[in-house]
Nanobody
Framework: QVHLVESGGGLVQAGGSLLLSCAASGSIFSFTSMAWYRQAPGNQRELVAAIIPGGDTTYASSVKGRFAISTDNAKNTVYLQMNSLKPEDTAVYYC???????????WGQGTQVTVSS
């Protein structure tokens, strides 16, 4: 079982920055991919950013140039650096990993990000 603990959310003014962290109960190398999703009330959960072994990354077009996903392998942690935040970024952000051996998907509990205008 993989347990993901997310932190770093909060209230920030437009144009500000936040760093989200997702600490995993297992090595980063045990996952085939790591990603951040977000979901606003009434909306579908959408992919924000993903990173795979080797360091390749993908981003939603709405966050390209503003957000950056990265990992600290020694700390078994996935990060999402969010800059130039906009009110439209307001959502609950979820960390998601895929376990290499089973291909099972695990989700974090979510952390609220609220961007005021």
């Amino acid at each position: 079982q993989v347990h993901l603990v997310e932190s770093g959310g909060g209230l920030v003014q437009a144009g500000g920055s936040l760093l989200l962290s997702c600490a995993a109960s297992g090595s980063i190398f045990s996952f085939t991919s790591m990603a951040w999703y977000r979901q606003a009330p009434g909306n579908q959960r959408e992919l924000v950013a993903a990173i795979i072994p080797g360091g390749d990354t993908t981003y939603a077009s709405s966050v390209k140039g503003r957000f950056a996903i990265s990992t600290d392998n020694a700390k078994n942690t996935v990060y999402l650096q969010m800059n130039s935040l906009k009110p439209e970024d307001t959502a609950v952000y979820y960390c998601r990993v895929v376990r290499k051996t089973s291909a099972l998907i695990y989700w974090g509990q979510g952390t609220q990000v609220t961007v005021s205008s």
